[in-house]
């Protein structure tokens, strides 16, 4: 696989509370979390969330998990960042989102909390594999506003579901098919809420791969910087005959 990432503090916020991991030697995960809470407290949460998961992925060598197992790595670190919250007042109030995908042979888990996407690029075409965790994107399914009014909702901030807030957290999990040349585009708020999908699909159709998060995050400046901007970009590149 072809991996790609840039993530940029914005041009409001003092401090980059987002994380990504890219994969590594015994792992096979891509995962973005942006934090949230008082002073540094975000960057903890966040870091604490692709740690953990990291931990959990290397453990497995690059075998075949089962959604139940993405779960419990998610909880896991749902119960690491609320206990951290509750016994260390510096970090009290803090949480993060998160999404992974952990790639096996010709599928992947993706796991997701809170308002940071996935996207998925195929044969051109670009689709969101996840669902928002988040007050103006309850108002858009539930028709009180437009997706072009969400962009710009004072509330747009506003995240119903995040690891390290309560106890338990609800956790959006799928397997999902893998096609060779697919490309998977997972970012933080930073990107979604100041690039619409079409500038997204037509940055990543004009530009070569290894440019294309500068590309994006550049984008995400153009239209403001309101936040910490995180992407990063996966590409399959052949995906193995299973012949076990």
Not at 93 to 118: I, N, Q
Not at 130 to 141: C, G, I, M, Y
Not at 142 to 155: D, F, K, L, V
Request: charge should be negative; include cysteine; hydrophobic fraction near 40%.
């Amino acid at each position: 696989m072809k991996v790609v990432a840039k993530t940029h503090c914005g041009k409001v916020r003092p401090i980059n509370e987002d994380r990504y991991l890219v994969p590594e030697e015994g792992d096979s995960i891509v995962l973005v979390a942006d934090g949230m809470g008082g002073h540094k407290a975000g960057e903890v949460a966040s870091e604490t969330a692709a740690q953990t998961i990291r931990a959990c992925a290397v453990k497995m060598h690059g075998r075949e998990i089962s959604i139940k197992t993405a779960l419990k790595w998610v909880r896991q670190a749902n119960q690491i960042i609320y206990r951290m919250a509750n016994e260390k007042p510096e970090c009290m109030g803090m949480g993060t989102t998160m999404t992974f995908l952990y790639f096996m042979d010709k599928h992947a888990l993706l796991a997701h909390v809170g308002d940071s996407r996935c996207y998925r690029i195929r044969d051109g075409r670009i689709m969101q594999l996840t669902k928002d965790h988040s007050l103006v994107a309850e108002l858009v399914r539930i028709g009180e506003i437009t997706p072009e009014q969400a962009r710009n909702h004072p509330y747009r901030n506003i995240i119903t579901r995040a690891l390290g807030t309560d106890d338990y957290v609800a956790v959006d999990a799928q397997d999902i098919p893998v096609e060779e040349n697919d490309v998977y585009l997972l970012c933080s708020d930073g990107l979604s809420n100041c690039v619409s999908v079409p500038q997204i699909e037509e940055t990543l159709a004009r530009t070569p791969f290894y440019e294309a998060a500068d590309a994006l995050v550049q984008k995400a400046l153009e239209g403001g910087g309101l936040d910490n901007i995180t992407v990063l970009l996966m590409q399959v590149e052949a995906v193995e005959e299973n012949n076990g």
